[in-house]
């Protein structure tokens, strides 16, 4: 029974293996080609884009307040009145009351007015200035969420690449552990062998078979991530990744990196607009200080109608007029308005130390990033040089256990290996094949650090292809 359900492990295995090659064969994806659909379909990128759009928008000189608000207005109105009015004394006489009922009246009114502000300091050209800021800012964040989301790109890529080929590591180890229970199960029929050699090749191809299941889920999982990543709706979806892990020993100049930095740092760009913006405010709150000029013009027209011809009078003899009296009227006007504001509370006063306060603390901020990205620039060509040493390192050791799991297969087959032995050299073989892999992925991690820190992100991981 337990044999039986061996086999069918093996079976299982052998169809997830087929599964995978049959995944593997999907739609070829080169890294260039995944940058180019994540930049079209990343979440966050179309997001930044419509921010970018509503800034653009907003760049204009009517935002600012160059052009004049022109309105128009139109009113009618509509009633009916009744009159009763009782006697009235002046000057010692007495004049009758009179009773005067369903009076109509209707009025039309329709106008159009001009506002516009002639001058306010200079407010107004600022004002297009800092709107001019405002969008180079928002480019600048987008700048930064497309250098992210390549980055993001890169790394799972390689991430996929990475558990693909583990996934063959593992894969390659649990064929080797199939084959050596099935020697040994060989062996076991002839008397050449113990029941506890049996019993242990059983327990290394569980453990194989586990770990390598474990690394399908890793494997999958890293596919997901790509492409959400990609913007992809089937979060299933496999492709033949073309690019494969490779060594990345490309010495680099520390002088051209820092110029770079200085010169391409899409993070030190845009603070660099957004402190121009901070300077902007504080020449808006200072305007605040000059005299502010406004024209008013506009023209109106009316045109009202009594109609008295239905209007009685049961108190007098009232005639009603044979028509209704109409009246038209235009009015034109145009009025300059000077204000200056001598005293509110010292609030233009505290309104500019604050945007100034607001300005130095942003100078502040510009500094620290400064020293923030020479501090990672550092630290990332530190790593990038270590780890190309590291790799030279593993990829030795990787050769050397390939070279010893070759010498000692022969020996086991021999006799003069032991099976303990034999599985301690395929493990280490197994280890450093993947710690070889690690490292080559460590290596690319550093250069796409390295990258973004000088804006060189699309041309080293586009152009190289």
């Not at 930064?144 to 690449?161: D, G, K, M, P, R």
């Not at 007098?316 to 044979?322: E, G, L, N, R, T």
């Not at 006063?349 to 502040?364: S, V, W």
Request: glycine content about 4%; charged content about 25%; proline content about 2%.
């Amino acid at each position: 029974m337990f044999k039986y359900l061996l086999y069918s492990l093996l079976i299982t295995l052998l169809s997830s293996v087929s599964l995978k090659a049959q995944n593997d064969e999907g739609t070829a994806l080169s890294l260039s080609d995944a940058i180019r659909i994540g930049l079209a379909h990343n979440y966050d990128i179309l997001i930044e884009e419509r921010n970018v759009e509503i800034d653009r928008r907003n760049n204009s000189w009517g935002e600012a307040g160059r052009y004049p608000n022109v309105t128009i207005n139109g009113t009618f109105n509509n009633g009916i009145s009744n009159v009763n009015q009782g006697d009235q004394f002046f000057n010692g006489q007495t004049f009758p009351g009179f009773e005067l009922n369903n009076q109509r009246s209707a009025s039309v009114i329709p106008s159009v007015g001009l506002d516009w502000t002639l001058f306010k300091g200079n407010q107004i050209n600022i004002s297009k200035q800092r709107l001019e800021n405002l969008e180079r800012e928002s480019q600048g964040n987008a700048e930064i969420v497309v250098a992210n989301t390549v980055q993001l790109i890169v790394l799972s890529y390689y991430q996929v690449v990475l558990e693909q080929e583990r996934l063959d590591a593992f894969e390659e180890q649990l064929r080797l552990s199939r084959d050596k229970w099935r020697y040994t199960e060989l062996r076991g029929e002839i008397g050449s062998a113990v029941s506890s050699d049996l019993l242990l090749e059983e327990t290394n191809y569980l453990n194989d078979s586990v770990n390598y299941i474990n690394q399908e889920l890793a494997y999958r999982n890293a596919l997901r991530a790509l492409n959400f990543v990609l913007g992809e709706t089937d979060v299933e979806r496999s492709y033949d990744m073309t690019n494969s892990l490779k060594d990345e020993l490309d010495h680099m100049d520390y002088s051209n990196l820092i110029q770079d930095l200085e010169e391409k740092n899409i993070d030190l760009r845009k603070q660099y607009i957004t402190q121009a913006i901070l300077a902007n405010n504080v020449s808006i709150q200072q305007a605040n200080r000059y005299p502010e000029l406004r024209l008013q013009a506009g023209y109106s027209w009316t045109r009202s109608v009594q109609d008295l011809t239905n209007a009685n009078s049961p108190s007098s003899d009232f005639q009603a007029p044979p028509e209704p009296s109409i009246t038209n009227r235009g009015n034109y006007y145009a009025n300059l308005t000077l204000s200056f504001t001598l005293f509110n509370g010292n609030r233009i006063n505290r309104a500019i130390k604050n945007a100034m306060e607001e300005e130095n603390i942003g100078e502040i901020q510009t500094e620290r990033l400064k020293a923030s990205v020479y501090r990672d620039l550092a630290d990332s060509y530190d790593q990038y040089e270590m780890r190309q040493k590291i790799y030279a390192i593993n990829d030795r050791k990787e050769d050397a256990a390939a070279l010893n799991l070759e010498i000692s297969t022969e020996k086991y087959r021999n006799g003069t290996v032991n099976s303990f032995d034999f599985r301690t050299v395929q493990n280490n073989r197994l280890l450093a094949s993947i710690t070889r892999l690690e490292s080559m992925y460590d290596i690319i991690d550093s250069k796409v650090a390295l990258m973004r820190l000088t804006g060189n992100l699309l041309n080293a991981f586009v152009a190289e292809e």
